[in-house]
């Protein structure tokens, strides 16, 4: 029992292939597609035949299903005892593995099989042994004879044949013999020892028609050595065609059956084995997902898979090939993009090449919601063009799939629309048919300067801590990108098409962003020049509006109420303020806003709220520190008695800091752009006009003009201050040279 055990576990598996290694399975036990009850009747066979004479078997199936496999397990089950029992008697066969596949002089096949063979004569066996050195005889007579052969067949002499026999010949110290007389000799040796031999010839399709004719030729030879059983693995239908072809026969199947006894095919494997052992192997690449992943959107996943990818996988390689692929490219965009639809995408890029090439380099034909309805013909006559070039089997699993990753093309090629909410709803699934989601599928990685799926749901995670979310804003305050503006824009963004915020979260941002975000607004990176650009106050807006309606109905006044009294961001306070205000003015417009249920009390105390904070900050410096200071003088004269700001403006005139700065925030920065130039240019402008309703009468603007001269005159300005004062005077010229009009009312710079 002992010795049993001890031989078990000598061929026991101790560790199993890497997921993803295309090396074919060793042991039976990992035997995922059902070739191991096939294996152990064909080991049977092989060391149970009676007196077999050269008993050629061969296993016919294509590329990728699993032969080399197949073959680990024969090796495998001629071990086991039940198996190899002859007549009462254990006799291991030994197995010989010959590859023509490993040696680059194929046209030595002869001399490399029989050298292989012999190595595996066992040395304790002194029969055997002396039957080895007549092989080296053997190898030298059989070698001529292929020599010629191919010399016959190609029209030149091959001389390496001669001298590699020679000097195999020569190692062994033996003298050439007839060749039918050293084949005897080696046959009785054979027969007389009474040891199977099961020789395995793997890879035979992998070869050039002229090598696997030579490997025939090398078989026919050999093939008749008692004892002796060989199983050889190939596709058939190759290796017929290569025999057909290189003998100038007419049929090469009939050539096989003179040389093969038993032909067997590979037996099937079911989907269902196929698609459980890509299961498994996606389940142990993905792994679980973690808090700041993209959740496996179950339904998506099972229509995804069912209609485009399981009819993709047809042989055991493929999966392989597929898990392979994932293993290098998935780890990169891990949490960036949705799994299902990167899985989806990379089968194509494995197995549908051309199909993955038109997607990637076509991305407005196939994200966002449906076009028009008079670009249908043209969308439809693209994609049944690219889709008619592929091949036959591919066509109908690779449009079910893009009508699955591209709910677009449900429009092109049925009556399928979506709305905004959807794209909304994909967006927050960071599905590839989102414009801004699709780039980061085909680079393989997410670029520092873009916000990841990951940094948004690590953000989203700090949940109710206000203290935290504060200091995630500040930080993405600071994080610049390489065009101007900062992370936080980046964030405001992905905030917004997100419906799902938990009220916790939403609540508490919404806290955190009225405590710091005044910094964010006062930043004049955050607003680029342009005339597309979203203005940083803007982007503010959209981010409380959006929060604001995560919140219950019964919560959404008070809370706003609380954090415009309580809010350290005075400047945002007033700007959200203005903003709600402006939406119950008679010339107001219907938005998609949280804030225009808000009761009229409740709008009034907003005023309320506001006009007494700007009025206790304005007794020190803190209205000129505001991030606009013009709107807080705007929503003071609104919701106020304007001479109270005039007289504010009045005591900012007799002093040359506040009113050197008050100048400085009133120049407008843009753009313009000149047809055939590549750069645009920066213009700076200051229009004198918004100084006016805030001047105490009768001071008016030629008196603030000589008050800004007055101070420029008595210091050195900076570039800033410089700058200003020029497009202040500026603007005083045309005021100067245009006909006289009414004193403007008070007018937003935003």
């Known amino acids: 029992m002992a010795g049993e055990n001890q031989r078990t576990s000598a061929v026991e598996p101790v560790i199993e292939s890497p997921l993803g290694s295309d090396a074919p399975q060793a042991h039976p036990s990992f035997d995922e597609f059902g070739y191991a009850p096939f294996a152990r009747t064909i080991a049977r066979a092989a060391a149970t035949t009676p007196s077999p004479k050269g008993l050629v078997m061969a296993i016919d199936g294509p590329w990728g299903a699993g032969k080399t496999s197949l073959l680990n397990f024969v090796r495998h089950y001629l071990l086991d005892q039940n198996v190899a029992v002859v007549k009462n008697e254990l006799v291991l066969p030994v197995s010989v593995e010959f590859n023509p596949w490993w040696f680059a002089d194929r046209e030595q096949l002869t001399l490399q099989f029989l050298e292989q063979f012999r190595a595996r004569f066992p040395q304790e066996n002194k029969t055997l042994m002396a039957v080895a050195d007549a092989f080296a005889e053997y190898a030298d007579a059989i070698g001529s004879a292929v020599a010629t052969s191919i010399s016959a067949a190609t029209g030149a002499p091959i001389p390496l044949l001669g001298t590699f026999a020679s000097g195999l010949l020569k190692r062994f110290k033996r003298t050439p013999k007839d060749v039918r007389k050293l ?20 890879d035979i ?3 050039a028609p002229y090598e696997i004719r030579e490997v025939f030729k090398v078989i026919k030879a050999v093939a008749d050595f008692p004892n002796v059983v060989y199983i050889l693995a190939f596709d058939r239908r190759l290796v017929s065609e290569a025999l057909r072809t290189s003998l100038a026969i007419a049929d090469g199947d009939a050539y096989l059956e003179k040389i093969v006894q038993a032909q067997f095919v590979l037996p099937a494997v079911s989907d269902e084995f196929l698609i459980q052992k890509l299961l498994r ?16 959107d179950t339904t998506h996943w099972s229509n995804v898979f069912h209609d485009g990818l399981s009819p993709l996988v047809q042989t055991p390689r493929d999966v392989v090939r597929a898990v392979n692929a994932l293993m290098v490219t998935f780890p990169a965009v891990r949490g960036e993009v949705n799994p299902v639809d990167f899985i989806a995408l990379e089968f194509l890029r494995v197995f549908v090449p051309a199909a993955y090439a038109v997607i990637r380099d076509n991305k407005a034909k196939f994200t966002g919601l449906a076009p028009d309805r008079g670009e249908r013909v043209e969308a439809q006559q693209f994609h049944d063009g690219w889709l ?12 079910a799939l893009m009508k699955r990753l591209f709910p677009r093309l449900q429009w092109v090629w049925g009556n399928v629309t979506y709305g905004t909410d959807s794209l909304r709803r994909w967006s927050a699934q960071a599905r590839v048919c989102v414009s801004e989601k699709f780039d980061r599928y085909f680079q393989f990685g997410v670029s520092p300067d873009v916000l990841s799926e990951q940094e948004l749901r690590a953000f989203i995670r700090l949940g109710e801590n206000v203290d935290a979310l504060a200091d995630a804003w500040v930080v993405a305050f600071d994080e610049r990108r390489p065009s101007g503006p900062c992370k936080a824009n980046d964030l405001i963004t992905a905030l917004t098409k997100l419906d799902d915020l938990p009220v916790p979260f939403a609540a508490a941002c919404m806290e955190a962003f009225f405590r710091v975000g005044d910094g964010f607004l006062s930043d004049p990176r955050n607003s680029v020049p342009g005339f597309f650009s979203v203005h940083a106050d803007v982007h503010a807006f959209w981010l409380i509006n959006h929060l604001a309606k995560a919140l219950p109905d019964n919560q959404r006044e008070t809370t706003i109420l609380r954090l415009i009294r309580e809010g350290e961001a005075i400047g945002l306070a007033c700007r959200i303020a203005y903003s709600i205000d402006r939406m119950y003015q008679a010339d ?9 249920a808000f009761a009229p009390a409740t709008v009034e105390q907003l005023r309320d709220i506001v006009t007494a904070r700007l009025r206790k900050i304005a007794r020190g410096d803190g209205l000129i520190q505001l991030p606009d200071v013009y709107l807080a003088l705007l929503v ?3 919701w106020a008695d304007i001479a109270e700001i005039q007289q504010w403006f009045q005591r900012a005139m007799d002093d040359d800091e506040v009113l050197l700065k008050l100048l400085v925030k009133a120049v407008r920065v843009g753009t313009s752009y000149t047809y055939g130039e590549r750069v645009t240019h920066r213009i700076a402008s200051v229009d004198p006009k918004l100084f006016e309703p805030y001047l105490l009468p ?13 101070i420029a005159s008595g210091r050195i300005l900076d570039e800033v201050e410089t700058e200003a004062t020029r497009e202040f005077e500026k603007g005083m010229d045309t005021i100067r040279n245009s006909p006289p009009q009414d004193s403007p009312a008070p007018v937003s710079t935003s």
Do not use: M, Y
């Open 698 to 710: 009768p001071t008016n603007l030629e008196q603030l003009s000589a008050r800004l001269r007055e």
């Open 636 to 638: 003071w004269s609104n």
């Open 183 to 202: 084949k005897a000799e080696v046959s009785d040796a054979l027969e007389k020892a009474a040891q199977r031999f099961v020789v395995f010839v793997d």
């Open 281 to 296: 192997d996606l389940d142990r690449l993905i792994g679980t997902l973690g808090n700041d992943e993209i959740a496996v």
């Open 205 to 207: 399709d992998r070869l």
């Open 588 to 596: 107001a417009a219907q938005r998609d806003s949280a804030f225009q």
């Open 388 to 399: 008619e070039t592929l091949s036959a089997r591919h066509r109908a699993p690779v449009k």
